[in-house]
């Protein structure tokens, strides 16, 4: 199974930005899609952001316009970079491949927004 590394977040004031990245621990070349997700407190776990292994991308209607999923398979490696961040972005976010089932999730980061 491939481990995934999340790393980006923070704390940033509303109308800030964030680069999220997310490593993983084998080859993703393989890979046919991979997708960002975050999961508030008390809330489920929701899809943001979908990247596959031919560049199409697809984004939650929360999200879309400010929110850019990328991905380097030289690197192993998923980015999401975040502008224009709401309060409501408040959340831990996780990468993972596509479909997630049965594949175990990483430790996520914290994205905090708040003035």
């Known amino acids: 199974q491939v481990q995934l590394v999340e790393s980006g977040g923070g704390l940033v004031q509303p109308g800030g930005s964030l680069r999220l990245s997310c490593v993983a621990s084998a080859s993703i070349f393989s890979v046919n899609a991979m997708g960002w997700f975050r999961q508030a407190p008390v809330k489920q776990r929701e899809l943001v952001a979908i990247v596959t292994s031919g560049g199409l991308v697809t984004y939650a209607d929360a999200v879309k316009g400010r929110f850019t999923i990328s991905i380097d398979k030289d690197k192993n490696t998923v980015y999401l970079q975040m502008n224009s961040l709401k309060p409501e972005d408040t959340a831990a976010y996780y990468c993972?491949?596509?479909?997630?089932?049965?594949?175990?999730w990483g430790q996520g980061t914290q994205v905090t927004v708040s003035s």
């Open positions: 993972n491949v596509l479909p997630t089932t049965g594949r175990p």
